[in-house]
């Protein structure tokens, strides 16, 4: 049932599926709610995001060398500290990654309004139409899908640099004066909030398994993704705050809440007439590039745990003539429509962006597992630097920044993980007896194993 996956995806593949799946709603929609939490100072929290997102890009950019399957987070939580957590963490990546695509595609539709005529009512169904166009995409093939990642991430930060060229010369520097938080949170906590933003970088790793010369492309297109994106973001953000009036930042939304089309906002300013329809176009572009990206990337989760038996084998399966986990994209796609048609996802989003911190901090302490354990299949040709103090970092950042989400935030991603307990008790527990490098530190290593193939 199941099978080998094509290895076809390059340098420049690696670099805009990781680049799409960051410009988003990171870009588009956040930087309005980020002012409204800490003022002016919001362009420091996308920074701080982005530095404490750093330590576990690094280390994910090390174990993907080491182990490049499909499932990227999952197999590194898992082999790291055992099928129970393995669990946890897949099925709330899983989850989390859904849950950010099916944003994605609902959120689009501020933006889509501002440059069709069309009935809101028709937003969902449209978002239903394009939902289920990118599952088709993903089951014909990865390198289809990726080839449409490189066209649209090219044309969207095409169109960046120039509204940060030319927004450059139109903003008004009093509009940082003074700089510092002048909203109703903090910079840490604006961080906490716009920390999503950045979550994409490591989505590479879920399909390390198709990546040509994985020990030499994942680490490079990760890190120069990340590198970019944290420029972009800090630019576009300045710029954002320069041209828009405070009050249309705040209360420019729906029910006079913050804007949901913030670079929209003053784009009349940089392109003319045409600039609103140009940015709103391009909006739709980056939004459905991140759900496509969340797809792509989601699908690998429930095939990694099926093949180690977490989940049923059926889920393993993989198209004789696309070379695509077809029935995992399926199982995924199934969940991305319904949040789509029947869940608030806007605020599910909220929720699972509590879940990703947590799974990005499990990450820095799965990379000291297999560095102090010593286990032999642990062999990266990529050695990811400061270690321990980098994942020490990571580790406390991530904590700190967990702890500004709120109780609901909290409580949704403590849910997720019963959720994922429950599964392996229930399903896991009795179909595999694999332990984590992380037993072998208390003298087990009988256990461990590199892969759940057969």
Do not use: C
Not at 220 to 245: E, H, K, P, Q
């Amino acid at each position: 049932m199941g099978g080998d996956l094509e290895r076809d995806l390059g340098f420049v593949a690696v670099l805009t599926i990781s680049m799409g799946a960051m410009i988003g709603s990171g870009v588009f929609v956040l930087p309005a709610l980020g002012y409204k939490i800490a003022g002016n100072a919001v362009v420091v929290a996308y920074v701080l995001a982005g530095l404490v997102v750093l330590p576990a890009a690094l280390s994910k950019a090390e174990m993907a060398t080491a182990m490049p399957e499909s499932g990227g987070t999952y197999i590194f939580i898992d082999r790291a500290m055992g099928p129970l957590v393995g669990t946890v963490a897949g099925i709330g990546a899983w989850f989390s990654l859904v849950f950010k695509s099916s944003f994605a595609l609902v959120g689009l539709g501020a933006y889509l309004l501002l440059f069709v005529e069309i009935p809101a009512t028709l937003v969902k169904p449209i978002a239903l139409a394009l939902g289920t166009a990118i599952v088709v995409l993903n089951v014909v093939g990865t390198k289809q899908s990726s080839q449409l990642q490189s066209v649209i991430v090219t044309a969207v930060v095409a169109t960046l640099v120039g509204y940060v060229v030319n927004g450059s010369f139109l903003v008004e520097a009093a509009r940082y004066r003074p700089f510092d938080v002048t909203g109703d949170g903090g910079v840490v906590t604006a961080a906490a909030f716009v920390f999503v933003s950045y979550a994409g970088v490591t989505k590479i790793a879920s399909i390390a398994e198709e990546v040509e010369n994985p020990g030499k492309n994942i680490p490079r297109g990760m890190l120069a993704s990340m590198g970019i994106m944290m420029i972009v973001y800090t630019f576009v953000v300045a710029v954002v705050i320069g041209l828009n009036d405070p009050d249309t930042l705040i209360h420019g939304g729906p029910d006079g809440g913050p804007s949901l089309t913030p670079m929209a906002d003053g784009a009349a300013a940089l392109f003319g007439g045409v600039g609103v329809t140009v940015i709103s176009l391009m909006a739709v572009l980056a939004l459905t590039s991140m759900a496509n990206a969340g797809v792509l990337a989601s699908s690998r989760f429930p095939l990694a745990m099926a093949r180690d038996s977490l989940l049923p084998r059926r889920l393993t399966h993989v198209d004789r003539r696309f070379k695509t986990p077809s029935t995992a994209i399926a199982f995924t796609g199934a969940l991305l429509l319904v949040l789509i048609a029947f869940v608030p996802v806007v605020d599910l989003a909220k929720l699972a962006s509590a879940f990703q911190i947590l799974v990005f901090s499990l990450v820095n302490l799965a990379l000291v597992a297999f560095r102090e354990s010593d286990v032999p299949f642990y062999e990266p040709t990529f050695r990811a630097p400061g270690y321990p103090y980098v994942q020490i970092v990571g580790l406390v950042g991530g904590l700190v920044l967990l702890g500004q989400m709120g109780t609901i935030p909290l409580l949704g991603a403590a849910g997720i993980a019963m959720g994922g307990v429950v599964l392996y008790l229930a399903y896991g527990r009795s179909r595999t007896e694999r332990r984590g490098a992380l037993a072998t530190l208390f003298g087990d290593d009988g256990a461990v194993q590199p892969t759940g193939r057969e």
